[in-house]
């Protein structure tokens, strides 16, 4: 697309650099940022082709702090390509996500006819996704500041030296945007109260035909065989969830997204191709 076509402001010039370097760098922090920027971009495919960019850029600058600091200078790194790179107004919106979902009428057929594994792998995706599209309708700088306090649960200042603002502006951006998904989710979704309209397994039909979600088609494969992630709605292994109300505490609970087999291979061998490593 045009923004990800854009150039990035900060160059990958200098010498190169030990893979062994590289890989102290990636290895303890890749996940995290992965976290933050599938949450900012909604997109697998997007969020992997920046996390090379990010860590190529990061690895390149001469500011590294020491531990443990790391990770908030690598998230104002993330967060600085994100901005340059998507647009400054979000890619959907609320009308847009209740037309996808909740547009047509509820399908219990669909849950009905898949298995277990399959109906608990399609509810945790719809779960994720949902919530993920939901906070996809703010603007950046307001996403930016939800995800960073209530997925990744930074403190405020750690949060505010991340984003490159003070901690007035970070509190105000967080404001507003907890006041604009609590405003959405409040009156509709199941999982803040459950007499409330929007219900996951009614929607499950109608988010695989809009492609919301993709279909699981034979055997699971399930993201951690022996500790599975999700229950009947992505809280644990045989849970249900409990509703939270709390919507701060249904985002503090999502589990980290999961990337393409081998991305983290694919990630170092990216950011060494970038740099020219040795």
Request: glycine fraction near 8%; proline fraction near 8%; aromatic fraction near 6%.
């Amino acid at each position: 697309s045009l923004h990800d076509a854009l150039p990035i402001s900060m160059g990958v010039m200098g010498p190169p650099v030990d893979r062994a370097q590289l890989r102290s760098l990636v290895e303890p922090h890749w996940r995290r940022l992965y976290n933050f920027v599938f949450r900012i971009t909604l997109d697998r495919d997007r969020c992997e082709r920046y996390l090379i960019d990010i860590f190529a850029l990061a690895a390149a600058r001469p500011d590294r702090p020491a531990e443990p600091a790391v990770e908030a200078w690598l998230l104002g790194v993330a967060n600085a390509v994100c901005e340059e790179r998507l647009p400054r107004q979000p890619e959907v919106d609320f009308d847009l996500l209740d037309e996808t979902l909740r547009g047509e009428a509820t399908r219990t057929d669909v849950v009905r006819s898949l298995s277990d594994p399959q109906r608990d792998f399609l509810l945790w995706e719809l779960k994720q996704g949902c919530m993920t599209a939901v906070i996809n309708c703010l603007p950046p700088g307001e996403r930016a500041a939800f995800v960073v306090c209530h997925v990744l649960k930074l403190a405020d200042d750690a949060a505010a030296r991340a984003l490159g603002i003070t901690e007035s502006a970070y509190k105000v951006r967080l404001s507003r945007a907890r006041k604009k998904v609590g405003d959405y989710l409040a009156p509709r979704c199941e999982h803040v109260n459950p007499m409330n309209p929007c219900h996951c397994p009614a929607r499950v039909g109608t988010a695989l035909h809009k492609g919301f979600i993709g279909k699981v088609a034979g055997q699971v494969s399930l993201r951690k065989p022996t500790d599975i992630p999700y229950g009947r709605y992505g809280t644990g292994l045989g849970n249900d969830d409990a509703p939270m109300r709390d919507i701060a505490a249904i985002y503090g609970n999502l589990p980290e997204p999961e990337p393409s087999p081998g991305f983290d291979a694919r990630l170092l061998e990216g950011v060494a191709v970038r740099l020219g490593a040795r």
